[in-house]
């Protein structure tokens, strides 16, 4: 589309005039050509003008450059090449700045680059599986270099505090899956003595043995691991899990139940790690449980109830190893053989886990109630205590979805502790669609063995009409009494004219990045930019 001596107007005021502009029209799909430019300014960095060109280069490659301008800093360069092939997609991406031209002693000189780059292919293999490959490189040439300058990549977000160098191979057909990765982790954090760790191989083998009518089903998972961090630590695992789940019985009273079984088989080598002896080690962990329920059902003035009584008698013989990790006790988890779902370690003693579902349901309207605890023979003080699951009697944990229609929802996860009075996990959500006024709450509490966290955050937009939209978010940090950040804003749209006015403070310090305050007016005049 092509104008002459075209006059550009904001709410009915001349602002521009040129006097020959042309753009694509919305049918075209791909054109080489200048993408919206814009202006930011920032404390860390000041001013600063980016100028973007996208290149179409053929129908299956195209290349995007911006030129990123500062007034008082050295200028950034990005580039992103991206092509797409038969059964495959490459992604290129990278950037380059001299650093800063004022250095102080956070402020440090040197030049910052980073490369990114993702390609993935699917192809089809022998016996009609389904193969896949993938191949990541992410290096930065600076730790702070990402949040700095906020790259927008889309093979990676610039809060990330981790760079990831893998490769991905996936075979699965019918009966079976095979998985290889071979990966290297960059840490970005400044409080971590070797930035580097290293997990070469990681083999997963996944194979059903047989199913059928008479002995249920046996799926076989075999694991290789072999990990190098904190410079001289080694690990070298290969687990071996074998699981059984039997038919389920169904009796005339209406019970019904299952027998499940899981054999966990351990061989490890490691080095110079506390957890482990260093001499070669082959372990095994066994459990077998019988899960029973029964579906209470009634109807009446078209609300369906139903009540499912549910009781899961586990056993695991043997001893297991000390479990330092932050496992957390749940409705997901409280009916499983096993609870901690680690790839190396297992449960062991006798317990019986009771509690019960109950559901509601009346044309769009939903309530869902799911309960829990368990009972252990005796205490397990090698299970982690943020669990409970070192004690004879664990939390009674819970959750409560409430559906009252298609705009308003609420959910709440709990957990109470052993002697009925105190709520040591708490989390709350809400959401509402109540047009013109859109919000959604939410809080989290952790206390005693659980954690130590207690935060509140909201989001509420109201529309103005068709045209104009005011947002706020917040996120508060209840045991500082502090807010972490908030954003306030407003915007007018129309079919061609975005405008709006945005407040937003960001409450961190992280060596040469500093808090910031921000007032933002944006205009997007479509489609031809944004300031």
Same mark, same amino acid.
């Given at each position: 589309?092509?104008?002459?001596? $075209?006059?550009?107007?904001?709410?009915?005021?001349?602002?521009?005039?040129?006097?020959?502009?042309?753009?694509?029209?919305?049918?075209?799909?791909?054109?080489?050509?200048?993408?919206?430019?814009?202006?930011?300014?920032?404390?860390?960095?000041?001013?600063?003008?980016?100028?973007?060109?996208?290149?179409?280069?053929?129908?299956?490659?195209?290349?995007?450059?911006?030129?990123?301008?500062? $007034?008082?800093?050295?200028?950034?360069?990005?580039?992103?090449?991206?092509?797409?092939?038969?059964?495959?997609?490459?992604?290129?991406?990278?950037?380059?700045?001299?650093?800063?031209?004022?250095?102080?002693?956070?402020?440090?000189?040197?030049?910052?680059?980073?490369?990114?780059?993702?390609?993935?292919?699917?192809?089809?293999?022998?016996?009609?599986?389904?193969?896949?490959?993938?191949?990541?490189?992410?290096?930065?040439?600076?730790?702070?270099?990402?949040?700095?300058?906020?790259?927008?990549?889309?093979?990676?977000?610039?809060?990330?505090?981790?760079?990831?160098?893998?490769?991905?191979?996936?075979?699965?057909?019918?009966?079976?899956?095979?998985?290889?990765? $071979?990966?290297?982790?960059?840490?970005?954090?400044?409080?971590?003595?070797?930035?580097?760790?290293?997990?070469?191989?990681?083999?997963?083998?996944?194979?059903?043995?047989?199913?059928?009518?008479?002995?249920?089903?046996?799926?076989?998972?075999?694991?290789?691991?072999?990990?190098?961090?904190?410079?001289?630590?080694?690990?070298?695992?290969?687990?071996?899990?074998?699981?059984?789940?039997?038919?389920?019985?169904?009796?005339?009273?209406?019970?019904?139940?299952?027998?499940?079984?899981?054999?966990?088989?351990?061989?490890?080598?490691?080095?110079?790690?506390?957890?482990?002896?260093?001499?070669?080690?082959?372990?095994?962990?066994?459990?077998?449980?019988?899960?029973?329920?029964?579906?209470?059902?009634?109807?009446?003035?078209?609300?369906?109830?139903?009540?499912?009584?549910?009781?899961?008698?586990?056993?695991?013989?043997?001893?297991?190893?000390?479990?330092?990790?932050?496992?957390?006790?749940?409705?997901?988890?409280?009916?499983?053989?096993?609870?901690?779902?680690?790839?190396?370690?297992?449960?062991?003693?006798?317990? $019986?886990?009771?509690?019960?579902?109950?559901?509601?349901?009346?044309?769009?309207?939903?309530?869902?109630?799911?309960?829990?605890?368990?009972?252990?023979?005796?205490?397990?003080?090698?299970?982690?205590?943020?669990?409970?699951?070192?004690?004879?009697?664990?939390?009674?944990?819970?959750?409560?979805?409430?559906?009252?229609?298609?705009?308003?929802?609420?959910?709440?996860?709990?957990?109470?502790?052993?002697?009925?009075?105190?709520?040591?996990?708490?989390?709350?959500?809400?959401?509402?669609?109540?047009?013109?006024?859109?919000?959604?709450?939410?809080?989290?509490?952790?206390?005693?063995?659980?954690?130590?966290?207690?935060?509140?955050?909201?989001?509420?937009?109201?529309?103005?009409?068709?045209?104009?939209?005011?947002?706020?978010?917040?996120?508060?940090?209840?045991?500082?009494?502090?807010?972490?950040?908030?954003?306030?804003?407003?915007?007018?749209?129309?079919?061609?004219?975005?405008?709006?006015?945005?407040?937003?403070?960001?409450?961190?310090?992280?060596?040469?990045?500093?808090?910031?305050?921000?007032?933002?007016?944006?205009?997007?005049?479509?489609?031809?930019?944004?300031?």
């Amino acid at each position: 589309i092509y104008y002459d001596n $075209a006059v550009i107007k904001i709410y009915d005021l001349p602002v521009l005039f040129l006097p020959k502009l042309s753009h694509p029209d919305p049918t075209v799909d791909r054109r080489s050509g200048f993408l919206i430019p814009s202006f930011s300014d920032s404390k860390n960095l000041g001013a600063g003008f980016d100028i973007p060109y996208f290149w179409a280069l053929d129908k299956d490659k195209d290349f995007t450059l911006r030129n990123k301008l500062f $007034a008082s800093e050295n200028p950034l360069f990005l580039g992103e090449y991206r092509q797409a092939f038969k059964k495959s997609n490459l992604i290129l991406d990278f950037g380059y700045t001299e650093g800063y031209k004022k250095t102080t002693a956070v402020k440090k000189s040197g030049n910052k680059s980073h490369f990114f780059s993702k390609f993935t292919k699917n192809f089809k293999g022998k016996n009609n599986s389904d193969n896949s490959i993938e191949f990541t490189v992410q290096n930065v040439s600076n730790d702070k270099y990402l949040k700095l300058y906020k790259i927008k990549s889309n093979l990676i977000e610039y809060e990330k505090d981790t760079l990831e160098n893998s490769f991905i191979f996936n075979r699965e057909d019918e009966n079976s899956f095979l998985g290889f990765k $071979a990966s290297a982790y960059e840490t970005l954090k400044d409080d971590y003595n070797d930035k580097y760790e290293y997990i070469l191989p990681d083999v997963i083998f996944d194979r059903n043995l047989f199913a059928n009518n008479k002995y249920g089903s046996l799926d076989l998972t075999s694991n290789l691991n072999v990990h190098n961090y904190d410079t001289n630590k080694f690990t070298k695992f290969l687990v071996n899990d074998l699981d059984w789940k039997f038919k389920t019985n169904n009796f005339a009273s209406g019970l019904k139940g299952n027998w499940i079984g899981r054999l966990k088989n351990v061989n490890y080598e490691t080095k110079n790690t506390s957890e482990y002896k260093d001499d070669p080690e082959t372990e095994f962990f066994g459990a077998l449980g019988y899960l029973s329920k029964i579906d209470l059902f009634k109807n009446n003035n078209n609300n369906n109830y139903l009540l499912t009584p549910k009781l899961l008698l586990r056993y695991a013989p043997g001893k297991m190893r000390k479990d330092n990790s932050n496992f957390r006790l749940n409705n997901d988890n409280i009916f499983s053989l096993d609870r901690l779902n680690s790839y190396n370690n297992f449960e062991n003693g006798l317990s $019986a886990t009771l509690g019960f579902d109950y559901e509601i349901k009346n044309n769009d309207q939903e309530f869902n109630f799911s309960i829990g605890q368990i009972i252990n023979e005796k205490e397990n003080q090698n299970m982690p205590s943020s669990s409970s699951l070192d004690e004879k009697l664990s939390d009674l944990v819970g959750s409560t979805d409430i559906k009252v229609n298609d705009n308003l929802n609420f959910n709440y996860n709990f957990a109470l502790d052993q002697n009925y009075r105190d709520l040591n996990y708490n989390e709350i959500g809400f959401n509402a669609d109540l047009n013109p006024i859109k919000f959604d709450l939410s809080y989290l509490q952790e206390k005693k063995h659980i954690g130590n966290q207690e935060y509140f955050k909201t989001n509420l937009e109201y529309s103005k009409g068709n045209n104009g939209l005011f947002a706020f978010e917040m996120k508060r940090n209840i045991i500082t009494n502090s807010s972490e950040y908030y954003n306030l804003s407003y915007e007018y749209l129309n079919d061609c004219l975005r405008a709006g006015l945005v407040y937003r403070r960001e409450f961190y310090n992280d060596s040469e990045l500093e808090s910031e305050n921000s007032l933002m007016f944006k205009i997007t005049l479509t489609p031809f930019g944004d300031i």
